[in-house]
């Protein structure tokens, strides 16, 4: 038998290292392209048990919110259950997974309800296709009040005007005319940008004072809005008088509307309709941590108090 020739040894070795490399590299293939579909399963786990956590929690609010409209359905006030907000909960017993020793598992559940009518409406500034002149004023001095540019309130009003589809024209009338330009409809705070004049800053500013709602002629609740607000529904009155009214407001809160402007010794409301003492739209602020997923929402709730039955209606949710 003739021996192998040593470069031929050599090749035949290079070749199995060839193969051995290749072989590797397809098992280690296969075994990442699998831990990729479980780690897409276990996200895809992992983000619908954030939403079904989240749809509990707007669940358990719209409770809260029928529950506190059948105790006092005359009037809100900021003493009640709703306004008590969810401090950060642990959920780790709660959720339904495989339990592996020594892992270090988080999931937590916090949030909090707001009166989204203890905020200006922006609707407010017009009726129908025309600007309210009250409502105007009003979100001029709401605007001073917050030393902004008051240039903007016409601005705003003018394009929630452009936004507001048109009345139908009566018998007799001439039809209105086409418009020119696209309407700016404004269906969330950040449409403002859109408004030559807002920045970014200004609508952050403006966040804890104004709110965009599906509707218009939405009062404001005496009860919970802040001195900044306050101020800007009475003629003549500063922050610093509404600031004294929202601290004795804490002693007592407004029952009737009466009991409002009984506190405002001979000053006028600009607009006395734009005024309540109860709430039917909330603002439902959730946030979900569940290992590496992460969720924040929020939702509007529509809560009914014309009538005995004190009906809860999500209206949109809005996930970040």
């Known amino acids: 038998m003739r021996p192998v020739p040593h470069k031929q040894r050599g090749v035949a070795v290079i070749t199995a290292l060839l193969l051995t490399t290749l072989a590797i590299t397809i098992v280690a293939s296969l075994f990442w392209q699998q831990q990729v579909q479980v780690r897409t399963m276990e996200n895809q786990r992992l983000h619908l048990q954030t939403?079904?956590?989240?749809?509990?929690?707007l669940d358990w609010a719209r409770l809260v919110l029928r529950q506190d409209g059948m105790d006092s359905p005359t009037f809100t006030s900021l003493t009640a259950v709703w306004n008590t907000p969810l401090a950060e909960t642990r959920l780790d017993q709660y959720i339904e997974r495989e339990r592996v020793e020594g892992e270090i598992f988080d999931a937590?559940?916090?949030?909090?309800?707001?009166?989204?009518?203890?905020?200006?409406?922006?609707?407010?500034?017009?009726?129908?296709?025309?600007i309210n002149a009250g409502h105007l004023l009003i979100f001029k001095r709401l605007l001073a009040n917050l030393q902004i540019d008051q240039a903007l309130a016409m601005r705003t009003a003018q394009a929630v005007a452009d936004g507001t589809p048109p009345l139908p024209p009566q018998t007799g009338q001439p039809t209105p005319p086409v418009r020119t330009k696209a309407p700016i409809a404004l269906t969330q705070l950040d449409?403002?940008?859109?408004?030559?004049?807002?920045?970014?800053?200004?609508?952050?500013?403006?966040?804890?004072?104004?709110?965009?709602?599906?509707?218009?002629?939405?009062?404001v609740n005496v009860n919970t809005a802040p001195p900044e607000v306050i101020a800007a529904?009475?003629?003549?009155y500063s922050v610093a008088q509404a600031t004294a009214l929202v601290a004795r407001r804490k002693q007592a809160y407004y029952r009737q509307v009466s009991d409002f402007t009984g506190q405002l010794f001979g000053a006028q409301l600009t607009v006395p309709a734009a005024v309540d003492v109860k709430s039917e739209w909330f603002l439902v602020s959730s946030r979900v941590r569940l290992d590496r997923a992460a969720l924040d929402a929020e939702a509007l709730v529509y809560r009914e108090l014309s009538t005995q039955q004190f009906k809860t209606t999500t209206v949109w949710v809005r996930q970040n």
Not at 108 to 130: C, F, H, K, M, V
Not at 196 to 215: N, S
């Open 108 to 130: 937590s559940l916090s949030g909090r309800i707001i009166d989204a009518t203890s905020r200006y409406n922006l609707t407010n500034l017009t009726t129908g296709p025309q």
């Open 233 to 236: 529904l009475v003629e003549n």
């Open 191 to 219: 449409d403002l940008l859109a408004i030559p004049g807002y920045t970014v800053a200004i609508v952050d500013k403006l966040r804890e004072f104004v709110t965009v709602l599906p509707a218009n002629a939405v009062t």
């Open 51 to 57: 939403k079904w956590i989240l749809r509990g929690a």
